[in-house]
């Protein structure tokens, strides 16, 4: 299938991983059902959290990040 992230069309394929933060515009649009996961994050993660490495990175992938990443044909 496809999912469409801020009017971008990305292909939902194996080992895929899609970041998504609450100002996204997202549409997921699939032939069959997925076998995966969702991980949802409280905002206070990045808000109220006391170590700046932890906080620099969670901002970088939630909002400076690209929003698709393929690990192609991982089985480990």
Not at 23 to 47: A, Q, R
């Amino acid at each position: 299938g496809k999912h469409y992230i801020n009017f971008k069309e990305y292909n939902v394929t194996p080992n895929s991983l899609f970041f998504l933060n609450p100002n996204n515009i997202h549409l997921l649009n699939l032939d069959k059902n997925p076998i995966g996961y969702v991980i949802m994050f409280k905002i206070e993660l990045i808000s109220n959290n006391e170590n700046s490495e932890l906080k620099s990175l969670l901002n970088y992938i939630f909002n400076d990040s690209e929003n698709y990443y393929n690990f192609g044909n991982c089985n480990n």
